[in-house]
Nanobody, 123 residues
Framework: QVQLVESGGDSAQAGGALRLSCAAS????????MAWFRQAPGEEREGVAS???????QYARSVKDRFTIYTNHPRNTLYLNMRALKPDDTAMYYC?????????????????WGQGTQVTVSS
């Protein structure tokens, strides 16, 4: 049974930083596409960052140069370092694994999803 458990969501001031974690079980982070998505109230879920088994990374334009996605394979954990936070980054952040569209890894078509962790950024 695959489980993805996110943590690290919190409230932060604009300009601050947070690190999100996604502990995976039932799958191996080194052998599958993984990604972070977010969904703000009233908005559609959107891709934030993805990482391939080979380490290829993609970022949404809105977070490029501020967010960093990486994996710790021995810990089977996915991370998202977020800095220079903006109020627009406020959302529920979700971890996802095993893309069905590996050619478009920020697409929503992932097989496994976590429950989410809330990030709130105030100005």
């Amino acid at each position: 049974q695959v489980q993805l458990v996110e943590s690290g969501g919190d409230s932060a001031q604009a300009g601050g930083a947070l690190r999100l974690s996604c502990a995976a079980s039932g799958i191996t982070t080194s052998s599958t596409y993984m990604a972070w998505f977010r969904q703000a109230p009233g908005e559609e879920r959107e891709g934030v960052a993805s990482i391939s088994p080979d380490g290829d990374i993609q970022y949404a334009r809105s977070v490029k140069d501020r967010f960093t996605i990486y994996t710790n394979h021995p810990r089977n954990t996915l991370y998202l370092n977020m800095r220079a936070l903006k109020p627009d980054d406020t959302a529920m952040y979700y971890c996802a694994a095993e893309s069905r569209k590996w050619w478009s890894p920020l697409d929503l078509d992932y097989k496994y999803w976590g429950q989410g962790t809330q990030v709130t950024v105030s100005s």
